[in-house]
Nanobody, 125 residues
Framework: QVQLVESGGGTVQAGGTVRLTCAAS????????MGWFRQAPGKEREFVAA????????NYADAVKGRFTISRDYFKNLVFLQTNSVKPEDAAVYYC??????????????????WGQGTQVTVSG
């Protein structure tokens, strides 16, 4: 069983930066894919970014490409989402997710079995 706990959310000014962290506990196999999703009020949960736990590639939603960066610390079981040039439309609850297998190019939430509780990102200004 894998448990995911997000942290790092809060209020950020438009144009600013926030770094989200996901701490994973349990056994993470190299077949796992780690992802970030977000959900704004009244909207469906949407894909943000993904990375294979073994490394070797990243995948981003068009809305965040060039501004957000996903990475992971293999030895500390951490996944990060660096968000730069934040826009008002980036405000949402951000969720960390893990898929036991599959491709990091897959952006479907249904492919992920494990989810964190979410962390709120609010954009001011």
């Amino acid at each position: 069983q894998v448990q995911l706990v997000e942290s790092g959310g809060g209020t950020v000014q438009a144009g600013g930066t926030v770094r989200l962290t996901c701490a994973a506990s349990g056994v993470i196999f190299n077949t796992y894919v780690m992802g970030w999703f977000r959900q704004a009020p009244g909207k469906e949960r949407e894909f943000v970014a993904a990375i294979p736990w073994s490394g070797g590639g990243t995948n981003y939603a068009d809305a965040v490409k060039g501004r957000f960066t996903i990475s992971r610390d293999y030895f500390k079981n951490l996944v990060f989402l660096q968000t730069n040039s934040v826009k008002p439309e980036d405000a949402a609850v951000y969720y960390c997710a893990a898929a036991r297998s599959g491709s990091y190019l897959n952006s479907e939430a249904t492919e992920y079995e494990y989810w964190g509780q979410g962390t709120q990102v609010t954009v001011s200004g």
